[in-house]
Structure formats: C-alpha cells, structure tokens
C-alpha cells in the first residue's frame, strides 16, 4: 500500500518573499480584532456574564431530550438557554442568564428557576430537581479574571519553555504568534457574537497548544539547519526548514479538519463555538508558525552562530596551553 503524499518530498516554496505583507496583515488583523472586542464586546455566557444553573435528572429515560428542553426553556424568555449533558446520559445542566434586576436578587432568581422546573416537570413527569445554583455578576466577573489570568500564564510559560530549550529570540517568536492566534480568535467572537463561555477558554488554551506544537516543529527544523547550513543566508535557511517540515504540517491540519469539519457543520448546536474555535485555530495557528514565528528570526537577530557554543576564557587559556605543550 503507498503512503499518502499530498506534498512532494521536494517542495521549495518561497515563503520568506512575501513576509513584509504577510506582517502588515497580519498585525491589521490584530488591531481589528481587539478594536471589535473592546468597542462591540464579546457576548459572555452564563459562566461569565451571572446567571442561574438547573441541574435535573429524567429518571425514566436512558438519554435526556436536550433539543427539547433547550427549546422549552428558551420559550421562557430568558434567552438561549445552555443545555448539557451532567454526569450521566439523562442527568442535565440547564444554565440560562438572568435579567438584570435578578442578578443579584436570589427571590428573583428562585422564582424564575421554580418556572423552569415547573415548565419541564408538567411536560416530562420523571423528571427531577437535583439542585440549582445562582452565579452571581461578581463570582462571574472573578471567572473572567481568572480566565485572562490562565490565558496570559499560558502564553508566558510557553515562550519561556521555548526560550529555555532554543534562544531567547525564538520565545519571542512563539509568543507573538500566540498572542496573534488568541487575538484572531476573540475578535471572531466579537465580530459574530458568538457566546463566549468556559468552553471557549479551553478551545483557546487548545489553539495554544497546537500553534505551540506546530512552532516548535519547524523551530527545531530550523535550529538544525543552522548547525548543518552555516553560511546559509537566513532568509533561505527558514524557507528550507518550512518546506522540508510542509508535509508533516499540512497532514496534521488536514486530518484535524477532518474530524471538525462535520461536527461544525452537523454536530449540536452547544458545541458549535468550541468546535468554531478550534477549527479557526488551525488555519491562523499554521499560519502564524510560518509567517509570524519564523519570519520574525530575521528581525530578532537569530544568525548561523546563534547555536555555537560560546568559547570562554577558560576554553581560551586552555587551547593556549595546549598549543604550547605540541609545539
């Protein structure tokens, strides 16, 4: 059986040529995706923005109606309901946003999850209340604090892994091709308004960790060519490690796309921001490790004796000696 090649061995793609205007995109893309996220905001869920959480059980079913309960809770009024599987198949969390006078008003707040359970127990009778909990604005607004916290640690603890295991300029690179993916991705939400839950932090922390794999792919194509290439231009030497790592990128991208394609297209309507998240974080994260992280090398000084051992003193006085002592 042949192998599957959908990228000749030798491919020799000139990269590098367009990197000026790939940056300028790029960071164009970057200032209109914060300047929508702080001037249209993102459309926080439950977890961020307060609300309330229904937990039930349909003690005489095997799975849960999920579509159906979605659909009678969101004819309620209190807008699109978060419906989803909890422990079990026919155990539910049913999470809706408050109004605004209900936030922090837990008579309120009670009132509207006893309409839920009384909606739902008079259409499904083996259904029943596990509990409920009020997430108030200011535990949701500690959420989103500790959200941009775990975004930011993120970030800073791979650049410096990847500062530690190549040179400094390489964690450079990785972090702004980070921050690039991140920013791409919250300015989609911003733009399309997507909810923007928990669920989303860990389709980002995700996307880190993609762009993280795919950088430090070609990185390291890229530190062992500088040994081996030592009077390559760097410019050719990137283009070299870029093309000589394609294949292993874009069937990595591919068979990704393949399992999320459907999912976005058919999958439930919960997951359909997770899953959008994902998805986009593939196409910017493969770009960014080519056009962002490489790219900038050449801007950050990175050169054919960045990998040399640096000669000491110590080395200096020694070889010294040891030329007296033949001589």
Do not use: C
């Amino acid at each position: 059986m042949k192998l599957l090649k959908l990228v000749p061995d030798d491919t020799n793609i000139k990269f590098l040529k367009l990197r000026v205007p790939f940056y300028i995109v790029s960071v164009l893309l970057i200032i209109a995706s914060w300047a929508l996220v702080f001037t249209q905001g993102l459309n926080y869920g439950v977890d961020f923005a307060g609300g309330l959480e229904v937990r039930a059980t349909f003690e005489q079913t095997q799975e849960a109606p999920i579509p159906d309960v979605r659909n009678k809770v969101g004819a309620l009024g209190y807008g699109d309901a978060t419906v989803q599987r909890f422990g079990e198949d026919n155990q539910v969390s049913i999470r809706v946003r408050l109004p605004e006078e209900a936030a922090d008003n837990k008579e309120t707040a009670q009132a509207i999850a006893n309409e839920i359970v009384g909606t739902l127990k008079a259409d499904y009778p083996d259904f029943r209340l596990d509990g409920n909990d009020n997430v108030s604005g200011k535990v949701s607004g500690e959420f989103r604090e500790d959200a941009v916290l775990a975004l930011v640690a993120a970030m800073l603890a791979v650049a410096l892994y990847i500062w530690i295991r190549f040179e400094w300029q390489f964690g450079v690179g990785a972090l702004f091709a980070l921050f690039h993916d991140v920013s791409l991705t919250l300015g989609m939400f911003a733009l399309f308004q997507l909810e923007f839950s928990l669920q989303i932090i860990a389709a980002i922390l995700a996307i880190i960790g993609y762009s993280l794999n795919d950088t430090i792919v070609v990185y390291d194509r890229i530190r062992e060519n500088l040994k081996k290439f030592r009077k390559m231009p760097l410019p050719e030497l990137l283009d070299l490690s870029v093309n000589e790592t394609l294949a292993r990128t874009v069937m990595t991208s591919l068979t990704l796309l393949v399992a999320l394609v459907p999912l976005l297209a058919f999958g439930p309507e919960s997951l359909f921001g997770l899953v959008a998240a994902i998805t986009l974080g593939i196409f910017v994260g493969t770009y960014s490790s080519v056009y962002m992280a490489a790219p900038l090398l050449i801007w950050l000084g990175v050169d054919s004796n960045s990998f040399v051992p640096k000669e000491t003193e110590a080395d200096k006085q020694e070889a010294a000696a040891r030329k007296l002592t033949e001589g």
